[in-house]
């Protein structure tokens, strides 16, 4: 049996190299030998019969550590097993979509707006919109990128003049608006999720920053999780149909709000924190679905 870890064809990112290096050595321990790849070699192609063809056919499975959606349908389509599947990747990969996904589902989210799609970046920032969305989330309110990580893309706005930068900073990028959960200003917990069971959690705090993401210059503390924010993480991976994630969970006043599901979350920090071999975790996961 042999696997590849696929990589964005452009990112190079230290965080993403280590962690492919560390799941290419748990599964060489659980005697699999896999490769790491970018995905820059068009994998997948639809041919001039209109089939999809898979340029991995030597390879039983494929970790997938990218966000190209067109190549993961493409490959799945071709009978490529992917860990994290393709549909997934796409329902996390845009945080609106996330919600949306996970609306109805009993699951406590922080109240959201979509934001408006904007086509022409000459076109002045809606300020009646922008009275709408003071009036429904209050001050602060988050204004985010859709498509962000490690904490980028994410902006706090104390009052009208700061919403409508923010809103003008993303106005052609997919985005929204999203009330602020005060108990949780710079704090939250990182539930890492495999197979549908929370195997780490940690609580990361920043002490000059909203954010507490580790990328953002938060850091990671070790804790019991309690038994809700167990429940909201789980329950959402398993509604998004993950294998592996990361779910951050909010300290609200009187419950845990779930904020992001993250696909292909860095399991480096919380190993570090928490002594866990999340990698190997991992590894055995897809071993054991094969």
């Known amino acids: 049996m042999k696997g590849i870890i696929l990589l964005n064809a452009y990112s190079d990112i230290p965080p993403a190299r280590r962690q492919s290096l560390r799941l290419k050595e748990e599964f060489a321990r659980l005697g699999t030998n896999v490769e790491i790849a970018r995905n820059n070699r068009f994998f997948a192609r639809i041919n001039s019969g209109g ?5 991995l056919g030597d390879f039983s499975f494929c970790v997938y550590l990218d966000k190209d959606k067109y190549v993961s349908y493409m490959l799945e389509t071709a009978g490529v097993k992917l860990f994290n599947g393709a549909r997934a990747i796409e329902l996390c990969d845009d945080k609106m979509t996330t919600q949306i996904a996970l609306a109805g589902a009993g699951i406590p989210m922080p109240k959201t707006l979509p934001g408006l799609l904007c086509y022409d970046q000459n076109a002045k920032t809606d300020l009646d919109a922008m009275r709408v969305a003071e009036k429904e ?11 962000g990580s490690m904490g980028a893309g994410v902006y706090k706005a104390d009052n009208f003049g700061e919403l409508v930068a923010a809103a003008e900073n993303l106005k052609t990028t997919p985005h929204l608006f999203q009330q602020y959960v005060a108990e949780s200003a710079g704090k939250d917990i990182r539930v890492i999720v495999i197979g549908g069971k ?9 002490d000059k920053d909203f954010r507490s993401n580790i ?18 993480a789980e329950r959402a991976a398993a509604l998004l149909g993950l294998d592996y994630c990361g779910a ?27 002594g866990i071999n999340v990698g190997r975790l991992y590894a055995e996961h897809i071993l054991s679905r094969l």
């Open 51 to 55: 089939e999809i063809d898979s340029r």
């Open 137 to 147: 989330l209050g001050y602060p309110l988050i204004v985010k990128n859709s498509f």
């Open 198 to 206: 929370a195997v780490a959690a940690m609580e990361r705090r920043s």
């Open 215 to 232: 990328a953002a210059g938060g850091r990671g503390v070790k804790i019991d999780l309690p038994e809700e924010a167990r429940r909201l």
């Open 248 to 274: 951050d969970i909010l300290f609200g006043k009187d419950k845990f709000y779930l904020c992001e599901v993250n696909s292909n979350a860095f399991f480096e920090g919380i190993e570090g924190v928490t």
